[in-house]
């Protein structure tokens, strides 16, 4: 089962000195880059687009496609924002890359500044993880003193700046236009698009915007070729990515494998649900992503599989369930983190997840009554496409699908009169039966 998995992001993850400029060069690191420096900036792009490889930060949008947007011959300043402010509730892939590799990170920086042709990068990193930052802001001194960094870069002519930003904690800062606000010292508020980033990004200039996997993964795609990259994944969802495990699996944590395995098989390879429990249900990318359940574990984690479900792939961030964590009490907890991360920028937003969470809280304990379903689907109705940013479309995934696939549990809470769950039992590791 292991020849399903497919290390490279993650290959030199278990290597003492993994994250060091030693290490990551004894591993064939900075070579992409030195190969990169020789053809011209164009064929990068084209590279990238040859590959497929989609954005990894949840939206799935072609990385190569977006690169090509930025306008050639404009006389601005072009800018790469690197989205390593990793907030959605169960996504923990951005931050151990950085922690183990940061160079990679770096070198996937530099190449994709050469190729859209600028001259600075910042890379927004979420400030709750210090040691993360810390960790980010010594590689890039160790890249500047070894010339990848700086001016004339390994003799080509090539300038290039690198700027570690500290965000100060906001999930919507991860949303790429309030991200670029909070950048330029405002409050960190979604923009109206368009125009889009490619055109009028950071202080008005061409701007691109990728997530930290997807900068990471161009180093391989530019050393080993975009057919190489291509020819792993499914039809138009191409590659690896990093699907990562949590919750009540034996052995959670990152599974570097194609974009189409199933979770069956990332269950066989994590161990399975822990000992004499079963799966009840899980998200495939996030809590923003619609909840599924042990029907849909032969479905393929790609973008277009998951969509075909009534789902979506997100960041691959699996949160796995078993039967006894209760729906409704996830499903407000989750629901309060939305109201809490609202920016309050819009109606259907601010207000909506207030409500929810009050709605969801009496369903929880066991004041709610039928039609409280009815309303809440309703709010959903009024939320979900008619806020101002996919922070609010993501809040409503998780009442919706529970709502779906729960709707008795939900009213076993009433009848009861409170949860018919012991939250302890959710919890309890090793011999839990
Ligand atoms: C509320 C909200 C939070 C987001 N948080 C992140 C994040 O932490 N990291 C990230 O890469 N993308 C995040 N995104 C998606 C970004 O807006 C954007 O699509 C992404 O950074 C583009 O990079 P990619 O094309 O490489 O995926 C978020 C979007 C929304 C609406
Ligand atoms: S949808 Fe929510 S997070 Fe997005 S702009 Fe409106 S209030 Fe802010």
Not at 277 to 299: A, C
Not at 313 to 334: N, P
């Amino acid at each position: 089962m292991s020849g399903v998995l497919t290390p490279v992001l993650t290959a030199h993850w278990d290597e003492p000195d993994s994250f060091s400029l030693e290490g990551y060069r004894r591993a064939g690191g900075y070579q992409a880059l030195e190969k990169t420096l020789r053809v011209p900036q164009d064929d990068i792009v084209a590279t990238l687009k040859g590959s497929g490889l989609r954005g990894r930060g949840g939206a799935g949008f072609p990385t190569g496609v977006k690169w090509g947007f930025i306008p050639q011959g404009d006389g601005k300043p072009h800018y790469l924002v690197v989205n390593a402010d990793e907030s959605e509730p169960g996504t923990c892939k951005d931050i151990p890359l950085m922690m183990a590799t940061p160079h990679l990170l770096i070198e996937g920086s530099i190449i994709t500044c050469f190729a859209i042709k600028a001259n600075t990068a910042f890379i927004y990193v979420r400030g709750e993880v210090l040691h993360v930052v810390r960790r980010v802001q010594q590689a890039v001194a160790e890249a500047y003193e070894a010339g990848y960094l700086g001016r004339d870069i390994l003799g080509s002519g090539y300038d290039l700046d690198i700027i570690v930003h500290c965000g100060a904690g906001a999930y919507i800062c991860g949303e790429e236009t309030a991200m670029l606000d909070s950048l330029e010292g405002y409050r960190g508020q979604p923009r109206l698009k368009p125009p889009f980033p490619a055109v009028e990004g950071l202080y008005s200039c061409p701007t691109v915007i990728n997530n930290v996997e997807s900068i990471a993964s161009v180093p391989s795609i530019v050393a080993d070729g975009a057919d190489w990259f291509a020819g792993m994944g499914s039809a138009k969802s191409k590659g690896f990515g990093i699907f990562s495990l949590s919750g009540h699996v034996v052995a959670p944590g990152q599974y570097e494998a194609p974009l189409g395995i199933t979770l069956r098989e990332l269950l066989d390879l994590s161990g399975g649900i822990r000992a004499g429990h079963r799966l009840k249900f899980w998200t495939p990318g996030g809590s923003s992503t619609q909840l599924l359940t042990d029907e849909h574990v032969d479905v393929p984690l790609d973008f277009e599989s998951m969509v075909a479900v009534g789902s979506q792939l997100g960041t691959r961030a699996l949160q796995i369930f078993d039967e006894t964590s209760c729906v409704v009490r996830a499903t407000l907890r989750w629901t309060e983190f939305y109201q809490h991360e609202s920016c309050g920028k819009c109606t259907p937003c601010r207000e909506g997840t207030y409500w929810m969470v009050r709605v969801l809280d009496r369903l929880e304990h066991g004041q709610g009554s039928e039609e409280d379903l009815e309303k809440l689907l309703d709010m959903c109705d009024n939320i979900l496409g008619r806020a101002f940013c996919a922070l609010a479309d993501g809040a409503v995934s998780p009442v919706v699908s529970s709502i779906k696939y729960f709707r008795d549990e939900y009213l076993e809470h009433q009848k009861g009169g409170g949860c018919p769950f012991d939250p302890a039992a959710a919890t309890l590791f090793g011999d839990s039966r």
